[in-house]
């Protein structure tokens, strides 16, 4: 779709919006990997009041050198329900 459609936009919400999970899933990494298109970091920050876009990447190939950045972002937000957030490490 990504192929056919130039101007589409696919937007995955955060871990943590429904119930508390052990880790992160990484299904949207492979998504962006597989289609070719960039991952685009954007947020709400409940706690500042705050949202916007962050950091553009493509993603590498390395899952676990992608993620730690991807961690490392996300690691000062915080989310309308921070007691079902789920672990950055």
Do not use: C
């Amino acid at each position: 779709a990504f192929r056919e459609i130039p101007k589409l936009v696919m937007m995955i919400s955060p871990e943590g919006t429904r119930r508390k999970v052990k880790e992160w899933r990484t299904g949207f990494y492979h998504i962006a990997q597989g289609a070719g298109v960039p991952i685009v970091f954007a947020f709400l920050d409940y706690r500042r009041k705050t949202g916007g876009f962050g950091k553009v990447i493509n993603p590498t190939g390395d899952l676990e050198y992608d993620m730690s950045g991807i961690r490392a972002f996300y690691a000062g937000i915080s989310g309308k329900r921070p007691e079902k957030s789920s672990p950055a490490a």
